[in-house]
């Protein structure tokens, strides 16, 4: 399907109210019914009829079918929070004494469900180096339930060879969960590559505009009726229908933003490239990222997120970057229309939130909607101050 029919029309009944051109919000928790055989018959079919909205909502059910058709899967769930999509993603193809290979330096969060959560009930992981899919293949055990990945991932970009992972897997039986979150479904599609579950954190690009947290797992019928009777239902991680509208919106404009997004964020790391204040350039668009080839064969775009070593001597002189710098808001996160700075350093002394493995010059820029060049004119100041 068209990218501007999923975007503009799918899912949109319009003749159920009153040809409205923007669905209502359906703010409901509750749904009524004429007779008991139409309230029987309704529980009966829970995953797909309105009951109660912590199970099918008219306006949720709008936002499911857009970003399944986006991700080229048979049906999609909707959650309060990617991190909500990513633990039911992983919790419903986990067993005790089972095993999770993943991918190394997943989000945050994502690493500490595995480290500090799961083993609780006797899951145990294996990070692996995704780089080489051979590495992914030796990690395997005979207990192992799921293989998750996440390319590129948000901070340095090691991307996955996915049409190997997901052949390798198949090959084991063991199914696939991809974080989707950096490419978003316009630039890679991860279904095509015979991978089984797309996950996103939907605050990022799918909602865009900053003032949404949710999240959303992608995948075949028999998963999502799955997830939807087990994790879904009785964990009840759900996206309110008010923010679900929210997110409907924001997704008019998806395209337009990530064509944006991409040129924008090309734009300033070709320039960062041969900026005497800055290192190595962190961009799998550019050609000196180290898998530049398999981004070009697996991924059309690359959107606004990367990162690049401050060229300074010293912790001290580094810092007088951050202090410097305008246009840019000191935050985490990314994706929406705001451009975004993040210093790897913002982490450091922080108990549970140390990261050793990023080095203290590593900042990560996030482009928005902005003007580049104005842009820029705010990461010369950075550069001025930090060299003044
Ligand atoms: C932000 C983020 C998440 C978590 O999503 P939330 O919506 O904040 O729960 C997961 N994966 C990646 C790559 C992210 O950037």
């Given at each position: 399907?068209?990218?501007?029919?999923?975007?503009?029309?799918?899912?949109?009944?319009?003749?159920?109210?009153?040809?409205?051109?923007?669905?209502?919000?359906?703010?409901?928790?509750?749904?009524a019914f004429d007779s008991l055989d139409d309230f029987r018959q309704a529980i009966a079919q829970e995953a797909q009829q309105p009951v109660y909205s912590r199970g099918v909502?008219?306006?949720?059910?709008?936002?499911?079918k857009k970003l399944a058709a986006l991700e080229h899967a048979e049906d999609a769930l909707v959650f309060g929070s990617g991190m909500a999509a990513i633990s039911a993603a992983i919790l419903a193809h986990c067993k005790a004494d089972g095993h999770v290979v993943c991918v190394a330096k997943p989000y945050s969060w994502t690493h500490s469900i595995l480290?500090?959560?799961?083993?609780?009930f006797g899951v145990s992981h294996t990070f692996v180096d995704g780089t080489g899919p051979e590495q992914i293949e030796a990690a395997i055990q005979s207990n192992t339930?799921?293989?998750?990945?996440?390319?590129?991932?948000?901070?340095?970009?090691?991307?996955?060879?996915l049409e190997a992972c997901a052949a390798i897997a198949k090959k084991?039986?063991?199914?696939?969960?991809?974080?989707?979150?950096?490419?978003?479904?316009?630039?890679?599609?991860?279904?095509?590559?015979?991978?089984?579950?797309?996950?996103h954190?939907?605050?990022?690009?799918?909602?865009?505009?900053?003032?949404?947290?949710?999240?959303?797992?992608?995948?075949?019928?028999e998963t999502i009726g799955r997830v939807f009777a087990g994790e879904y239902m009785t964990l009840g991680g759900i996206l309110s229908p008010h923010d679900a509208s929210l997110v409907i919106r924001g997704l008019r404009t998806l395209e337009l933003r990530m064509q944006r997004t991409h040129e924008s964020?090309?734009?300033?790391a070709r320039q960062l490239e041969g900026h005497p204040a800055a290192g190595k350039v962190l961009h799998p668009w550019l050609p000196s990222f180290p898998q530049y080839e398999l981004a070009r064969r697996q991924m059309t775009g690359a959107g606004g997120l990367f990162?690049?070593?401050?060229?300074?001597?010293?912790?001290?002189?580094a810092e007088r970057f951050f202090e410097g710098l305008e246009r840019f808001l000191l935050a985490v996160s990314w994706g929406g229309h705001e451009s975004l700075v993040m210093p790897a350093t913002a982490f450091y002394g922080v108990p549970g939130r140390e990261d050793s493995t990023t080095p203290w010059n590593l900042v990560r820029l996030y482009i928005g909607l902005e003007d580049p060049a104005w842009l820029w004119e705010g990461l010369e100041k950075g550069f001025q101050y930090m060299r003044g």
């Open positions: 399907m068209h990218l501007s029919e999923i975007l503009m029309h799918l899912g949109e009944d319009r003749h159920n109210y009153f040809n409205a051109v923007s669905p209502p919000v359906m703010q409901t928790s509750n749904f909502n008219p306006t949720v059910a709008i936002l499911r480290v500090n959560y799961l083993p609780r339930t799921l293989l998750y990945l996440e390319s590129p991932n948000s901070m340095t970009f090691e991307l996955q060879d084991h039986g063991i199914p696939t969960c991809i974080d989707n979150s950096y490419a978003s479904p316009v630039f890679q599609n991860p279904i095509d590559f015979d991978i089984d579950m797309v996950v954190s939907g605050t990022k690009y799918l909602n865009g505009h900053s003032d949404v947290v949710f999240g959303v797992l992608c995948g075949s019928y964020a090309l734009e300033i990162s690049f070593y401050l060229d300074a001597d010293t912790f001290g002189q």
